[in-house]
């Protein structure tokens, strides 16, 4: 959808080996820790998803080698194919992050592992049934679209007490949290607007969401923008670039 047009993100050089792999966790995760620390939080509170879109699977091999076995992806049939040409590797798992349309929730059902783009009913619907067809469940964050803008996914804020409330119905899902996209913009406090409006939603769900539902997840934050993410709540931070380097369209989603 929304293409980027601000500032290159960083992108880290392209990693072709193993070791070159490593060095590129190991910097995000030392900017993680540095990030939380600031911010006065455990850096064991933040997980690091690695997204590896567009990534063919030879450079893969390489990315989970070096310890990314928990893969962010936001096409359903990139997932099944990878899942698929993968299913060698013992423990590796995939988040879908990106949008889906409902005729292809049976990917979802069958390969992921999280689903981090709920954001309308007939998706939950989709997802229920072909859970129970693949006896399977699905842990869930519900995307809110908290820059306002058209283009993207996700659910008005004002939206998302009365579709969580729905939720309970769905027995195959477990909704861990909330996830969103921040504006894309080189003005920080309008990013960063976006990242206090989707912890200020959670903080209130604490105290209303269905009985039973713990909402405590924020995905948010990506390559350009993850250390604000962590400065204001993250508890996942969705990266690409930082890991597998430059993508031909940097922010499409
Ligand atoms: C591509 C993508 C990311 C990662 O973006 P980078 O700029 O590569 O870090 C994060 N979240 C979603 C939903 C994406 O589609």
Do not use: W
């Amino acid at each position: 959808m929304t293409q980027s047009v601000h500032t290159p993100e960083p992108a880290a050089a392209p990693a072709n080996s193993v070791e070159d792999f490593e060095h590129n966790l190991a910097s995000i995760r030392k900017r993680i820790e540095v990030a939380a620390r600031k911010a006065g939080r455990d850096p064991a509170s933040i997980r690091l998803l690695p997204v590896s879109k567009t990534v063919p699977e030879d450079r893969l091999r390489l990315a989970i080698a070096a310890g990314a076995t928990f893969l962010g992806e936001n096409k359903v049939q990139e997932v099944a194919r990878k899942a698929e040409s993968l299913a060698d590797i013992p423990g590796l798992k995939f988040s879908v992050i990106g949008h889906l349309q409902t005729n292809k929730a049976k990917y979802v059902a069958k390969f992921a592992d999280e689903f981090q783009a709920l954001d309308n009913l007939r998706q939950a619907e989709a997802l229920q049934r072909r859970l129970e067809d693949e006896d399977r469940q699905l842990d869930v964050f519900v995307q809110v679209n908290t820059s306002n803008e058209e283009s993207k996914f996700g659910l008005d804020p004002a939206d998302v007490q009365e579709f969580v409330n729905q939720l309970p119905q769905f027995d195959r899902l477990h909704v861990k949290g909330l996830m969103t996209l921040a504006l894309f913009s080189e003005d920080k406090e309008a990013v960063r607007a976006c990242f206090v409006r989707l912890r200020e939603i959670r903080d209130m769900l604490r105290e209303t969401a269905p009985e039973g539902m713990e909402i405590e997840e924020l995905s948010m934050g990506m390559s350009g923008d993850f250390e604000l993410a962590i400065e204001e709540g993250a508890t996942v931070v969705r990266v690409g670039q930082g890991i597998f380097g430059a993508r031909a369209l940097p922010a499409s989603s």
